[in-house]
C-alpha cells in the first residue's frame, strides 16, 4: 500500500466507521458503567483511562469517530466529579508518515484540551506488543486487520512467496493478484485461510488480551468479503483484469502478473470467530492469553465505498493507493506501471458508477477480556 498517499483518500472509506456507531456506542456505555463502578471502589483524581487507536493513517476519520466515542463515554458517565481523564495512543505502521499523523492531531488540539485528553503516537506494528499488560481500558481498529502479517515469510523470500502456499508442487496459475478472487487456486485460497488470515489474526488477538484490562473491550473493523476492488462479476478483480490487457496489448511482461500479490485477505464473520477459536490456545511467552477473550459481537456489514466531492476520480485513487505498492515489489518497468493504472483507470469506467460508488463489504466484531 501506498501509505503516504492512502491517507489522503482514507475518508472515502468512513461508512466502515459510520455503519458501526452502534457498536461503538456500546462499548462506550459498557466502559462508563466500569469506571463508575472502579472510582467508586477506589478513587484516582490523577489516572487516565487510556484508550487506543491502531492503524491511524493520517488521524483525521480516528478523530472523527473518537469524537464521536468521547461524547458517548461522558454523557454515560457524567457525574458530580466531572468526566473519565483520557490519553489516547495512536498507532500507525513505521513506514508511514509519523509527521502527518501528527499534524492532524496538532491541528485538533482545540479539541484534546476541551476535553482534557492527551494523547502520543506510537509508530510499530500492530503484530507486535505495544502496551503494557493490563494497561487498556478500549481499544480500536478500523480497516486495517485485513492486512496480514509479512514478517512470516521464511527468510530471504518476498511476499510473492505467498502466491505458491498451499501449492508446493506448482501446478497452479499465478494470474491473480487477489487471493480472494474466484479464480485463485481454491488450495492455495485455503493455505490463507488457514495458515495466513486465521493465524494473523489470532496472534493479534492474543497480543492485546495480554494489553487490555480485565473487562476492557476492542471494536474490530476490517474490509471483508465480497468487496468489488477484488471480485467484479467474472470472477477476477479490476486489477487482475487490468494487468491481463496489459499483457494482451503487448504492454506488461506476463512474470510481473505472476509476481505481483496483494498480502491481504478478505475475512467473513466466520473467519474471526474462527481466529477467536484459535487465539484461545495461541502460545505467547509459554502463556495464552487469548483463553480470556470472549466474543461479544461479529457482523458483516454491506456498504457502499464513494467520493462525493471527486466521484470516480478519487474512488480509483483510493484503490490505486492501496495497490501501486504492491505492484512496485514487482519490479516493472516505469512505462509498464503507468500502463496498468491506465488500463486499471479506463476498467473502472466500465465497471463502476460514480454515483453509486462500489460494493464493499465490512467485517466489525466486538470481543472483551472477560473479568479474572
Known sequence: MEIDSYAMFSRNQYDAHRLTRDMLEG?????????KLEDDAEPKQNQRRLLADLGSADGSSSVATLDFAVRCLQSNYDTVDGYPRLHIT??????????????????????????????NVLMKSFYEPLFHRNSVDFLMSYICLHWLDTKDLPE??????????????????????????????????????????????????????????????????MVGHPHEFITLKDGTGPLTRAMKRCI???????????????????????????????AETFEIDNE?????LALIDCRSIAAMTKD???????IFDLFWSIHVHCIQAASPTEVELKSIKAESRQIFDEVYDSNEGVPSTFVACTIRRRQE
Open 27 to 35: 462499548s462506550m456505555k459498557r466502559l462508563a458503567s466500569r469506571c
Open 156 to 221: 530471504g523470500k518476498s511476499i510473492s512467496h505467498w502466491k505458491t502456499l498451499g501449492d508446493e508442487d506448482g501446478a497452479e496459475a499465478c494470474d491473480w493478484v487477489h487471493i480472494n478472487e474466484a479464480t485463485a487456486p481454491l488450495r492455495v485460497q485455503e493455505a490463507w485461510r488457514s495458515k495466513l488470515a486465521i493465524n494473523h489474526l489470532a496472534k493479534f488477538l492474543a497480543l492485546r488480551a495480554r494489553e487490555l484490562k480485565p473487562g476492557a473491550e476492542m471494536l474490530l473493523v
Open 288 to 292: 495464552t492469553p487469548g483463553a480470556k
Open 90 to 119: 495512536f498507532e500507525e505502521h513505521p513506514a508511514s508518515d509519523e509527521n502527518k499523523l501528527k499534524s492532524t492531531l496538532e491541528s485538533n488540539k482545540e479539541w484534546f484540551e476541551r476535553n482534557d485528553i492527551t494523547w
Open 308 to 314: 462525493d466531492d471527486n466521484g470516480m476520480d478519487g
Open 248 to 278: 494482451e496489448k503487448g504492454k506488461l511482461r506476463s512474470e510481473i502478473l505472476d509476481k505481483t500479490v496483494v498480502p491481504y485477505f478478505l475475512r467473513i464473520a466466520d473467519d474471526v470467530r474462527a481466529a477467536v477459536n484459535v
